[in-house]
C-alpha cells in the first residue's frame, strides 16, 4: 500500500478529528538528548521530528517538561508555566511547537493538576500557617481524634499511598497532616476550592494561547473526592483502600464540565482533551466523553493492563489469558458504541514494554510486536504509541536496584525486603512490571549509547539496542517501524478503521483475537494468532481481500480453513454491500 505523509489532522474541519488521528507519547528524559548531559530534553525532540512524521504521527503528546524537583520525573510540578531547565527553555519549547506544526502535527501538553509539588508557591504559602490564605488549597486535617501528631497511627485516615505507605505527612511547623495520594513531595490540590479550579483553568488558557493543541490529565478522576475522607477497608499491609473515597467522586462530572465551559468553549480550533482515569468504569466512560455533555473527548482506562495482576497487585504478575483481554476489550467496544470514545493502548510510561509482555520479546520478537499492533490499532478509539513502542523496544535486564531509577520501584523493592521477601524474586517481579522498563532510553542506532546521547545517559540503554533500533529498519519494508507505518495509514485512508462498528469473533477461542468493522458498504476483519504455535481456524474470507499481514509470505490461500503461523496476523477487507 502506498504511504503518505499525515495532514488530514491539521486541515480537517471534522469536530471529532481526533478519530482518525494516531497518538505518539515522547518521555521526554528517555527521548533525545541534544546537549550531552545525559538526559533528553525539547531539542533532542526538535532533531527526531522526521521520526515521527515518516510514521504518521497527527498528534505529540509530551510528558510533562514544568519545572520540577523531579521527586516522579516530572510529575510534581513546581511551576506550571515555567520549562524545567533540564528540557530547556520556553524559548526552545515554542521553536518545538512551530516545528510540530509546520509538520501538520498538533502538540498535546501533559495536565498534573491533581497535585503539585511540595516545592510549588501554592504549597509553600499553604504550609506556612494554618491561617495563610492558601491554607485550603490542599488536604490539611489534624491528627485523629485521641492521638497527638505524629504517633504511630496518627493520620486523618487509614489511606495507603499508590506508592506505599500513608497517604498523609505531618508538618512539623503546623502540627498537621497534608494528604498525597502519591508520593510526600506531591501534595493534592483541593479541588473543592474554587480558586483552586480557577488558577488552574488560567494556566490551561496560558498554554492554549501559546499555541498548544490540548491536554492529556493525569489522574484527573481524582480530583473530587469525598470530603468526609472516610478510612479504607484495610488490605496485606495493614493501611487502608482510599479509593472508593478519592475516585470518581461526587463532583467529578461537574469539574469536568466546568473545566470544558471555562478552558475551551468559544475558542477557535481544534483541541484533545483525554482523561487518565484509574479504576473508571464504561459506564463512567460513557458519561465522560459523550459530546453532548461537553466533558473529554477520550479517557485512558486501565481495565485490561490490570488483568495480569495477582492478588498482591502489579508487582505479582500473574499469566494473562487471552480471553479475558478478548472480554475485557471487547465490552468496551460494545459499551461505548457510538456515544462513548476510548483511547488504545498497550504500552505508556507507567507500563512495561508491550511486547515483553503481551507477546513473545525472544524467538517470536518482530511477529508478536506486528501482530500486538495490528489487533490494536484496528479497533475503534484512538490509538497511541509510547515512544519505542514503533521499533518494538523490550524490556531491559536491570541487574539489580541500583539499576532502578523509579520511585514505585524503589519504594517497593525496599519495603518488601523490609518485610523479609526474597530480593531475587522482588527484583524478577520489577524486571517483568516495573515503569523503569518503558523509560530506558529510545534505541536510534546501535553506537554505544543507542544515538540517544554522547554521554552516560540518566538510566541505562537496553543492550539489545546493538540489533534493535530505529535506524536498522527504516529501509527494511518488513520492519516493526513500517509495520506500523501501514497501520497508521489505514486509519487515515479507510473511513472503517475510524468509524465502523465492532463485532468480536471467536470469542472463546484461547489463541486466536479476531474481530470485523462495518462501515457503509466496507467490511474490515482482523484476525490474528497471539501464541507460539501454527493453529487452524475455521473462518469464512473467500469474498475477502487481503489487506495487509505481518507474515514473510504476504500472500495467503482463501479458503473457509485458515492456518496462522506463530503470532500471524492478517487483514481482510471487502467492499461490496453488506
Request: charged share 20%; no cysteine; hydrophobic share 35%.
Given at each position: 500500500?502506498?504511504?503518505?505523509?499525515?495532514?488530514?489532522?491539521?486541515?480537517?474541519?471534522?469536530?471529532?478529528?481526533?478519530?482518525?488521528?494516531?497518538?505518539?507519547?515522547?518521555?521526554?528524559?528517555?527521548?533525545?538528548?541534544?546537549?550531552?548531559?545525559?538526559?533528553?530534553?525539547?531539542?533532542?525532540?526538535r532533531?527526531?521530528?522526521?521520526?515521527?512524521?515518516?510514521?504518521?504521527?497527527?498528534?505529540?503528546?509530551?510528558?510533562?517538561?514544568?519545572?520540577?524537583?523531579?521527586?516522579?520525573?516530572?510529575y510534581?510540578?513546581?511551576?506550571?508555566?515555567?520549562?524545567?531547565?533540564?528540557?530547556?527553555?520556553?524559548?526552545?519549547?515554542?521553536?518545538?511547537?512551530?516545528?510540530?506544526?509546520?509538520?501538520?502535527?498538533?502538540?498535546?501538553?501533559?495536565?498534573?493538576?491533581?497535585?503539585?509539588s511540595?516545592?510549588?508557591?501554592?504549597?509553600?504559602?499553604?504550609?506556612?500557617?494554618?491561617?495563610?490564605?492558601?491554607?485550603?488549597?490542599?488536604?490539611?486535617?489534624?491528627?485523629?481524634?485521641?492521638?497527638?501528631?505524629?504517633?504511630?497511627?496518627?493520620?486523618?485516615?487509614?489511606?495507603?499511598?499508590?506508592?506505599?505507605?500513608?497517604?498523609?505527612?505531618?508538618?512539623?511547623?503546623?502540627?498537621?497532616?497534608?494528604?498525597?495520594?502519591?508520593?510526600?513531595k506531591?501534595?493534592?490540590?483541593?479541588?473543592?476550592?474554587?480558586?483552586?479550579?480557577?488558577a488552574?483553568?488560567?494556566?490551561?488558557?496560558w498554554?492554549?494561547?501559546?499555541?498548544?493543541?490540548?491536554?492529556?490529565?493525569?489522574?484527573?478522576?481524582?480530583?473530587?473526592?469525598?470530603?468526609?475522607?472516610?478510612?479504607?477497608?484495610?488490605?496485606?499491609?495493614?493501611?487502608?483502600?482510599?479509593?472508593?473515597?478519592?475516585?470518581?467522586?461526587?463532583?467529578?462530572?461537574?469539574?469536568?464540565?466546568?473545566?470544558?465551559?471555562?478552558?475551551?468553549?468559544?475558542?477557535d480550533?481544534?483541541y484533545?482533551?483525554?482523561?487518565?482515569?484509574?479504576?473508571?468504569?464504561?459506564?463512567?466512560?460513557?458519561?465522560?466523553t459523550?459530546?453532548?455533555?461537553?466533558?473529554?473527548?477520550?479517557?485512558?482506562?486501565?481495565?485490561?493492563?490490570?488483568?495480569?495482576?495477582?492478588p498482591?497487585?502489579?508487582?505479582?504478575?500473574?499469566?494473562?489469558?487471552?480471553?479475558?483481554?478478548k472480554?475485557?476489550?471487547?465490552?468496551?467496544?460494545?459499551?461505548?458504541?457510538t456515544?462513548?470514545?476510548?483511547?488504545?493502548?498497550?504500552?505508556?510510561?507507567?507500563?512495561?514494554?508491550?511486547?515483553?509482555r503481551?507477546?513473545d520479546?525472544?524467538?517470536?520478537?518482530?511477529?508478536?510486536?506486528?501482530?500486538?499492533?495490528?489487533?490494536?490499532?484496528?479497533?475503534?478509539?484512538?490509538?497511541?504509541?509510547?515512544?519505542?513502542e514503533?521499533?518494538?523496544?523490550?524490556?531491559a535486564?536491570?541487574?539489580?536496584v541500583?539499576?532502578?531509577?523509579?520511585?514505585?520501584?524503589?519504594?517497593?523493592?525496599?519495603?518488601?525486603?523490609?518485610?523479609?521477601?526474597?530480593?531475587?524474586?522482588?527484583?524478577?517481579?520489577?524486571?517483568?512490571?516495573?515503569?523503569?522498563?518503558?523509560?530506558?532510553?529510545?534505541?536510534?542506532?546501535?553506537?554505544?549509547?543507542?544515538?540517544?546521547?554522547?554521554?552516560?545517559?540518566?538510566?541505562?540503554?537496553?543492550?539489545?539496542?546493538?540489533?534493535?533500533?530505529?535506524?536498522?529498519?527504516?529501509?527494511?519494508?518488513?520492519?516493526?517501524?513500517?509495520?506500523?507505518?501501514?497501520?497508521?495509514?489505514?486509519?487515515?485512508?479507510?473511513?472503517?478503521?475510524?468509524?465502523?462498528?465492532?463485532?468480536?469473533?471467536?470469542?472463546?477461542?484461547?489463541?486466536?483475537?479476531?474481530?470485523?468493522?462495518?462501515?457503509?458498504?466496507?467490511?474490515?476483519?482482523?484476525?490474528?494468532?497471539?501464541?507460539?504455535?501454527?493453529?487452524?481456524?475455521?473462518?469464512?474470507?473467500?469474498?475477502?481481500?487481503?489487506?495487509?499481514?505481518?507474515?514473510?509470505?504476504?500472500?495467503?490461500?482463501?479458503?473457509?480453513?485458515?492456518?496462522?503461523?506463530?503470532?500471524?496476523?492478517?487483514?481482510?477487507?471487502?467492499?461490496?454491500?453488506?
Open positions: 500500500m502506498t504511504l503518505t505523509q499525515p495532514d488530514h489532522a491539521a486541515t480537517t474541519t471534522d469536530p471529532q478529528w481526533w478519530k482518525s488521528a494516531v497518538v505518539y507519547q515522547i518521555y521526554p528524559r528517555s527521548f533525545a538528548d541534544s546537549n550531552a548531559d545525559g538526559v533528553g530534553d525539547l531539542r533532542g525532540i532533531s527526531r521530528l522526521d521520526h515521527l512524521q515518516r510514521l504518521g504521527i497527527d498528534v505529540i503528546w509530551l510528558s510533562p517538561i514544568y519545572r520540577s524537583p523531579h521527586a516522579d520525573n516530572g510534581d510540578i513546581s511551576d506550571y508555566q515555567g520549562i524545567d531547565p533540564t528540557f530547556g527553555t520556553l524559548a526552545d519549547f515554542d521553536a518545538l511547537l512551530a516545528d510540530v506544526h509546520a509538520r501538520g502535527m498538533k502538540l498535546v501538553m501533559d495536565l498534573v493538576v491533581n497535585h503539585t511540595d516545592e510549588h508557591p501554592w504549597f509553600v504559602e499553604s504550609r506556612s500557617s494554618i491561617d495563610n490564605p492558601k491554607r485550603d488549597w490542599y488536604w490539611w486535617r489534624p491528627a485523629r481524634d485521641g492521638f497527638a501528631p505524629g504517633d504511630p497511627g496518627a493520620e486523618p485516615t487509614n489511606w495507603e499511598s499508590f506508592f506505599s505507605g500513608p497517604t498523609w505527612t505531618l508538618d512539623e511547623s503546623t502540627g498537621e497532616y497534608y494528604l498525597h495520594l502519591f508520593d510526600p506531591q501534595p493534592d490540590l483541593n479541588w473543592e476550592n474554587p480558586e483552586v479550579r480557577h488552574v483553568y488560567d494556566m490551561m488558557r498554554w492554549l494561547d501559546r499555541g498548544v493543541d490540548g491536554f492529556r490529565m493525569d489522574v484527573i478522576n481524582l480530583v473530587s473526592k469525598d470530603t468526609a475522607l472516610p478510612d479504607g477497608a484495610p488490605g496485606a499491609t495493614g493501611l487502608g483502600n482510599g479509593f472508593p473515597h478519592y475516585a470518581n467522586g461526587p463532583r467529578i462530572h461537574e469539574f469536568m464540565q466546568e473545566m470544558h465551559r471555562e478552558v475551551f468553549d468559544g475558542r480550533g481544534q484533545l482533551t483525554v482523561g487518565e482515569m484509574p479504576g473508571v468504569t464504561w459506564q463512567d466512560a460513557v458519561l465522560f459523550d459530546p453532548a455533555r461537553r466533558e473529554l473527548d477520550m479517557v485512558f482506562q486501565f481495565e485490561h493492563v490490570n488483568l495480569d495482576h495477582g498482591a497487585g502489579k508487582f505479582d504478575p500473574q499469566p494473562l489469558a487471552l480471553r479475558d483481554l472480554a475485557s476489550l471487547g465490552r468496551w467496544q460494545h459499551e461505548l458504541g456515544t462513548g470514545w476510548n483511547s488504545l493502548y498497550l504500552g505508556n510510561h507507567d507500563q512495561p514494554r508491550s511486547v515483553s503481551f507477546g520479546d525472544g524467538e517470536h520478537w518482530r511477529s508478536s510486536a506486528t501482530a500486538l499492533a495490528t489487533v490494536l490499532h484496528l479497533h475503534r478509539g484512538t490509538p497511541y504509541v509510547y515512544q519505542g514503533e521499533i518494538g523496544m523490550t524490556n535486564p536491570f541487574s539489580g541500583s539499576a532502578l531509577r523509579d520511585v514505585e520501584s524503589l519504594n517497593h523493592y525496599h519495603r518488601a525486603i523490609a518485610a523479609g521477601a526474597d530480593p531475587d524474586a522482588v527484583m524478577a517481579a520489577l524486571r517483568t512490571m516495573g515503569r523503569d522498563n518503558a523509560r530506558t532510553p529510545v534505541q536510534w542506532d546501535g553506537t554505544p549509547q543507542a544515538g540517544f546521547t554522547t554521554a552516560t545517559p540518566w538510566i541505562a540503554v537496553n543492550p539489545n539496542h546493538a540489533w534493535l533500533n530505529a535506524a536498522a529498519q527504516y529501509d527494511d519494508p518488513d520492519s516493526v517501524y513500517n509495520h506500523y507505518r501501514r497501520l497508521i495509514e489505514l486509519r487515515h485512508t479507510q473511513p472503517v478503521v475510524a468509524h465502523g462498528d465492532f463485532i468480536m469473533l471467536l470469542a472463546d477461542h484461547p489463541s486466536v483475537y479476531a474481530y470485523q468493522r462495518h462501515h457503509e458498504d466496507t467490511t474490515l476483519l482482523v484476525v490474528a494468532n497471539l501464541a507460539g504455535e501454527a493453529i487452524d481456524i475455521e473462518l469464512d474470507v473467500v469474498a475477502y481481500h487481503l489487506l495487509l499481514s505481518n507474515a514473510d509470505d504476504y500472500t495467503a490461500p482463501i479458503d473457509e480453513q485458515l492456518t496462522l503461523q506463530p503470532w500471524e496476523a492478517r487483514v481482510y477487507i471487502t467492499t461490496s454491500p453488506r
